[in-house]
């Protein structure tokens, strides 16, 4: 690759910087409907100015996807799958600085969205930018693949993937998101968690009550309380009869990467002010579980009064937020059947259950010539060596866009280890987030070379 | 008494309803310390108006009392506790008409505290004033406490009614409420429960988390149901250790008093929508479990996000407002500690605990004067008999402020069984405050006439 790639990519940061300022201060949250128009045409001006084409527009049942299929010299194509939602930002209180007011302090940018996902579409945007500037073609096809509803659980994207089999098709697909570790590694993460996520509802009288009632008229909340105290127990084993059964088991080659894998276990207790993992874990089995378990998280809860003081009523209503967090061999439609027939069992016909995402696991192999590039990119440009994560714990729809389509994938990206991704505060280090540029960029022509090596597995192959 | 002192009543209806309007726009909401002063205000310019007399406003460590003491020409006293603090008007979608704008609609006035507690304060200056206006002067004297307090447990009563023994002190008082059963027959209530009111809350990490890391992050939110889910079974049995063990057992009197006492089933059922009591209970033990036996609800809970759609986190802290309603003989200092006890043997010191309220439960004996007075007003002048309850399943100071000092007390009051008392669309009816303002006015000529009889129980002979 032209070193002077990574001179132009220098000399452009602060225009880079302002390109992802700009995209931050759109408040898109898919979950409200919110600022999503206005994320679109951000990203068609940009594409119309930074490399000179129009995306498509292409209409889902809910958020459109945002394509752009560039042409190179080669046959070989490399997608970039982002999303340009980004979470709700409460609790808003908790910011140091307004979430949709990019903030630039101490070497980092503050603003929802900006390691999760809108840093990562910015640097390959940029990356991109660089090589048609310095070079004045691509050695390679880039397709830049962007939905509107990864936040929500990327509902349509399954659909979308189905009738655009073409447009999707790629020899290797660069995953949205990354971090690096407490000890400053790039994480490389060759897989994704699967997910259910839904909301347990209840309703009792229909109005609320003074409490007083409560000794003869049934409280909808603590049905709730007894029927989630059935999910899961103290040990934070899940109860659902199945659950674990369909589980593929971890291979030895994944034993091998996991033992690779670096946790830090103590600066990341100390950053969260907490004393130890849970069930007092650590080592190989806290790594284990971090990566090859699955979860059963309560997202959120609320029924009755919540306000401040003292307020005597029995509430009408209750709900929780509840995602699972799957690994290969677990099906999000059995574990809702199952989780439906569970809480019938057991005399909770009366809960209701609302899904809002459901996706399946995902692993790419390490022999995949994508997953070669981005190791040996990051080998190469990067201080340190990559910190291989054979299954990231987050989730994303890897398998609905890529594995189902035998397109190997390979997440890497701006973040670092206390990004707050989905929490307060929200940030990512600019350095970061111009070194990922150029990682990108390298990446762009050690994926071309890869490709055309003799022998090795190509995603046509498996 | 004098017939004409209804006639007065009648012809100044319209003004009556005024007052309670104008009171009810007021949000003397306690718990967030709003409308307090104004509320005060309020009182004193309607008995300078009313009442020709200023009533003197006694700090408290919070609220301070509004009391004033009229005399009569007789040296028996009649007093009447009310409460000029009201419920929070939330979920304030759930109101038809603004909670603080009192609307006339079919007949009934429905704002926020016209049925708990301003209805009764003003039914009863409208009484005094009516016989004042009519006879001139008043046959006994009358004593008004009204605390600020009451819909926050009453806090800071107790001291009150200790520093102020000769103010409080009467031959018998009127307790603050009252509401018509769904047969229409005014109910009488001798007694009330206590109440131990508790928020329990748990702070996990120090700040929310992706949800990815609950595979290995311990969660508040879990803990919170584990812990609640020990806290009572699915059939309503509290599994707190010792707490029926202090409860004083219900005397054959209050067996007849609890069998002549009318629940009404099916129109409850059907007012609230619902198919069943808890339980499934019905007849006899339906009526025991509503009035003499105590209750853990759940007056509120919320952790992490509950807003529209999905957000993948796991929440740093949670909590849940408890009340425990107690039966005579339960003491709501013992309970806390058996508690915290219990919390803490289970593995849940981390659960915190903050009081909002400690009152213990109440009850009148049916052959004293005031309850004697009160029983035959209503056989007199009310359309149907009255509706005794030996012990109301709701809370009120009437130890602190009564039973300790040996002062009878019972309650009646201007609601109906579908008041929505602390819910939205709290309403009454305006001839039953009417009624109500007649009734005050009979019952103090009546309690004259009692206590004047020979023989029978005093508060002095108990």
């Known amino acids: 690759m032209d070193k002077s790639i990574f001179e132009f990519i220098e000399e452009h940061r602060e225009e880079y910087i302002e390109w992802l300022c700009k995209f931050c201060e759109i408040p898109s949250v898919a979950a409200q409907n919110r600022g999503m128009v206005e994320s679109r045409d951000f990203l068609e001006s940009l594409f119309a100015q930074a490399l000179q084409t129009k995306p498509e527009i292409l209409p889902t049942r809910g958020q459109p996807v945002v394509y752009a299929h560039l042409a190179g010299k080669k046959t070989t194509t490399l997608s970039f799958y982002n999303h340009y939602d980004v979470q709700p930002e409460d609790p808003i209180e908790l910011w140091d600085s307004p979430p949709f007011e990019p903030t630039i302090k101490n070497g980092k940018i503050y603003a929802r969205g900006v390691a999760d996902n809108k840093g990562n579409i910015i640097a390959r945007i940029a990356a991109i930018h660089a090589i048609k500037q310095v070079m004045g073609e691509l050695p390679i096809d880039i397709k830049f693949i962007f939905e509107g509803e990864e936040e929500i659980g990327s509902i349509h994207l399954a659909d979308f993937a189905n009738h655009h089999q073409d447009k999707i098709q790629s020899d290797g697909c660069v995953w949205e998101f990354g971090y690096r570790d407490a000890d400053d590694r790039l994480q490389v993460s060759l897989g994704v968690k699967g997910m259910l996520y839904v909301e347990l509802f209840i ?69 969260l002010g907490l004393k130890q993992f849970i069930n007092g ?63 019938n069992v057991n005399g ?62 390979v997440s890497f990206g701006v973040g670092h280890f206390a990004s707050y991704t989905h929490a307060p505060n929200e940030n990512i280090r600019i350095e970061d987030f111009i070194e990922n540029i150029k990682l990108i960029a390298a990446l762009v022509f050690k994926f071309e070379e890869k490709m055309n090596e003799e022998g090795g597995v190509t995603s046509e192959a498996i």
């Open 203 to 271: 309703n009792g009288a229909n109005t609320d009550l003074h409490s007083a009632q409560a000794s003869i008229i049934e409280s909808p909340i603590w049905r709730l309380v007894w029927a989630l105290n059935l999910l899961k127990d103290k040990n934070d084993h899940v109860l659902i009869p199945g659950f674990y059964e369909s589980i593929q088991p971890v291979t030895s080659e994944e034993e091998i990467l996991l033992s690779r894998y670096i946790l830090e276990e103590n600066s990341t207790l100390e950053h």
């Open 281 to 343: 874990l650590s080592g190989e089995k806290l790594k284990s579980k971090y990566l090859y378990e699955p979860t059963c998280n309560i997202c959120g809860i609320q029924s009755g009064y919540t306000g401040e003081g003292s307020k005597t009523i029995l509430p009408s209503s209750a709900f929780a937020k509840i995602d699972f967090r799957l690994v290969p061999g677990q099906k999000p439609d059995q574990l809702l059947k199952d989780l439906r027939t569970y809480l």
């Open 348 to 409: 909770y016909e009366d809960i209701g259950i609302r899904v809002f995402g459901a996706e399946e696991a995902a692993r790419t192999n390490p022999s995949e010539k994508i997953a070669e590039a981005v190791i040996e990119t990051i080998s190469t440009y990067s201080e340190l060596p990559p910190n291989i994560v054979p299954n990231t714990p987050g989730t994303g729809p890897m398998y609905d866009l890529c594995q189902r389509y035998g397109i190997p994938s």
